[in-house]
Structure formats: structure tokens, C-alpha cells
């Protein structure tokens, strides 16, 4: 099974301020057939189900406010909330779809500071 | 509108059983391959299984601990995803989510999920 691994386990950033979570795949999730990162980001609020954020590891679901980026390829990404607004108070996964089982990160969860 | 609503959560001994259901809505569920995610309180998100559409196969996956113990099904004419749980133990305590990546109305091709229903609860507890 791929691992998925995440950091950090949660951060505090001040409202306006640039937050930053990080994944890393044991191993690939790159698809050689069509070049495109199997790594999905979601957001989860107490409560709810997940949201989905960004799929083929930067590209942003519609609706998804655009604060939100994803960047990285192969084993190595990172989600980026460029300005931390209130309501982004979650935990944040990361998720690979490369291969079965699709693996979850241990979760990142970010707090105004 | 597309959506997933979920059924079937109860408290139930260990050793027991219990069937969850799925009842889909607003896209072509005949197409769609069907997951479920699992979230025990207060931990992370664990991918369960799925199963492929008829068209596809209709084949299952599952993740090793629940492997022999849990059988995921679908009826399209009922446009429902069942997921049949047996000798159930404390570990399997959680919120059951079923989702698919045909949120939009058609397949996204990225096996990200951008439908979730809002999950049922499962405890198994003496």
C-alpha cells in the first residue's frame, strides 16, 4: 500500500497570512499514460463530510475559492491557502488515487493564530 | 441535484452484523464506481472499498482489515450501494461515508471523490 505521510500535524497562521501543508507518497502517484499526479487535497470541518479541494494534485475542484492552490509531482506536495480566511478552519487530508487502496494522509489542521 | 444519503448505522455487539445502504440520486449511478470511506472519532479518513460499475465489471476491492469481513454491493435499479458488515469488532467503531467521483453529474476521470453523503454511524460495543 502506498503511505501517505503529512506536515505538519497542525499550524496556527494569522487571518490574511500564507498557510502551507505538505504530503509525501511512499512511492509514486504519477501516471506515466497521461502525466498527471494522482494526489488529491480535501478539506473537513467538525461535523461534515469531507469537501474536495484540488484533484491531479493542482487542479481546483469548481466552486473552490482560489486562495486555494496544489502544487508538487511524483511523491512530494503541498497545499497552499495564499491568504487564511476564517472559515478555513479544518483539517485539511491529503489522498492518493493512483492505486487501491486510496490512501488519506493523517490530516493537518490549520487554526488562526 | 446529486446526492448521497446513508442508512443503516446502529450500535450493534461485537461479533455482529449490520448492512449499511447508500441511496444515490442526481447522476447516472449505473456508471458510477461507488466507494466507501470510513472516519473513527476523533481519527482520519480510511478508504474502505468500492465497486466498479456493472459496465466495468462490477468487480470489488477492499482495504486489508476489513477484507472477508465486509461485502460492498449495488443494485442500479435502485440506484443504492450497500455495504454488508460481519464479525464486527470495536476497531470498526465509525462514521461510514459513501462517495464517488461522479459529483458533477459525469465521471471527473481523477478518482478523487467530489460527492460525499454525510455519513452514518456505526458503534460496536457490549
Known amino acids: 500500500d502506498i503511505v501517505m505521510t503529512q506536515s505538519p500535524d497542525s499550524l496556527a497562521v494569522s487571518l490574511g497570512e500564507r498557510a502551507t501543508v505538505n504530503c509525501k507518497s511512499s512511492?509514486?502517484?504519477?501516471?506515466?499514460?497521461?502525466?498527471?499526479?494522482?494526489l488529491a487535497w480535501y478539506q473537513q470541518k467538525p461535523g461534515q463530510p469531507p469537501k474536495l479541494l484540488i484533484y491531479w494534485a493542482s487542479t481546483r475542484e469548481p466552486g473552490v475559492p482560489d486562495r486555494f492552490s496544489g502544487s508538487g509531482s511524483g511523491t512530494d506536495f503541498t497545499l497552499t491557502i495564499s491568504s487564511l480566511q476564517a472559515e478555513d478552519v479544518a483539517v485539511y487530508y491529503c489522498?492518493?488515487?493512483?492505486?487501491?487502496?486510496?490512501?488519506f494522509g493523517p490530516g493537518t489542521r490549520v487554526d488562526i493564530k | 441535484e446529486v446526492q448521497l444519503v446513508e442508512s443503516g448505522g446502529d450500535l450493534v455487539n461485537p461479533g455482529g452484523s449490520l448492512r449499511l445502504s447508500c441511496a444515490a440520486s442526481g447522476f447516472t449511478f449505473s456508471r458510477a464506481w461507488m466507494t466507501w470511506v470510513r472516519q473513527a472519532p476523533g481519527k482520519g479518513l480510511e478508504w474502505v472499498g468500492r465497486i466498479k460499475s456493472n459496465k466495468d465489471g462490477g468487480t470489488t476491492e477492499y482495504t486489508a482489515p476489513v477484507k472477508g469481513r465486509f461485502t460492498i454491493s449495488r443494485d442500479d435499479s435502485k440506484t443504492t450501494l450497500n455495504l454488508q458488515m460481519n464479525s464486527l469488532t470495536t476497531e470498526d467503531t465509525a462514521v461510514y461515508y459513501c462517495a464517488t467521483d461522479w459529483g458533477r453529474g459525469f465521471w471527473s476521470g481523477s478518482n478523487a471523490f467530489n460527492l460525499w453523503g454525510q455519513g452514518t454511524i456505526v458503534t460496536v460495543s457490549s
Open positions: 512511492q509514486s502517484v504519477l501516471s506515466i499514460s497521461n502525466n498527471k499526479n494522482y
Open positions: 489522498q492518493q488515487s493512483y492505486t487501491t487502496p486510496f490512501t
